[in-house]
């Protein structure tokens, strides 16, 4: 199975992703995690994504605050699928890095989830490996089984807490 890479553009955004290696090694993906800046480390950045397919990477995760052109950076360097994490901050609240996520240009896509969005790129990362991994695919439909049972549960015990 291929990797997925796991980019901060700092530690302060290691909490988001805590969540995105928990939700990866929920569904057994091997992942391998880095500090790498857009800005304060390109030459490793753009090196990590220029040699990223041949170490057996087939998806990247790219989490950044602010400017948040870690995403960008990472996908000028690739044709792997570059998915972007935008992190919220005190400045803007996260918008700061949710459009400078989201507003590539044409030629260099990111795909990019919610503000914050951590499991949802290892979800995301799931679906683009189980494209061709059938167990992947497998484990994934599982969890989504799972996930909608324990809305039904609720929904069958909420009549009584409302009355409480």
Same mark, same amino acid.
């Given at each position: 199975?291929?990797?997925?890479?796991i980019i901060m553009g700092s530690d302060s955004d290691l909490p988001i992703l805590k969540k995105t290696a928990a939700a990866l090694r929920s569904l057994g993906i091997p992942y391998e995690t880095h500090v790498y800046s857009a800005h304060r480390t390109p030459a490793e950045a753009r090196d990590f994504a220029l040699s990223a397919r041949?170490?057996?990477?087939?998806?990247?995760?790219?989490?950044?605050?602010?400017?948040?052109?870690?995403?960008?950076?990472?996908?000028?360097? +690739?044709?792997?699928?570059?998915? #972007? &994490? =935008?992190?919220?901050?005190? $400045?803007? !609240? *996260?918008?700061?890095?949710?459009?400078? +996520?989201?507003?590539?240009?044409? #030629? &260099? =896509?990111?795909?990019?989830? $919610?503000? !914050? *969005?951590?499991?949802?790129?290892?979800?995301?990362?799931?679906?683009?490996?189980?494209?061709?991994?059938?167990?992947? $695919?497998?484990?994934?439909?599982?969890?989504?089984?799972?996930?909608?049972?324990?809305?039904?549960?609720?929904?069958?015990?909420?009549? $009584?807490?409302?009355?409480?």
């Amino acid at each position: 199975m291929k990797k997925v890479g796991i980019i901060m553009g700092s530690d302060s955004d290691l909490p988001i992703l805590k969540k995105t290696a928990a939700a990866l090694r929920s569904l057994g993906i091997p992942y391998e995690t880095h500090v790498y800046s857009a800005h304060r480390t390109p030459a490793e950045a753009r090196d990590f994504a220029l040699s990223a397919r041949e170490n057996g990477f087939g998806v990247i995760i790219c989490a950044a605050g602010m400017a948040a052109h870690l995403a960008g950076a990472i996908a000028a360097n +690739t044709t792997l699928p570059v998915i #972007g &994490i =935008p992190c919220k901050s005190n $400045a803007l !609240d *996260g918008i700061d890095a949710l459009l400078a +996520t989201v507003m590539m240009p044409s #030629g &260099i =896509p990111v795909a990019t989830v $919610a503000i !914050d *969005g951590g499991v949802n790129a290892a979800l995301l990362s799931a679906q683009i490996l189980a494209v061709e991994d059938e167990d992947l $695919a497998k484990k994934l439909d599982e969890k989504r089984r799972k996930d909608a049972a324990a809305v039904i549960e609720k929904d069958a015990g909420i009549s $009584a807490r409302i009355e409480e």
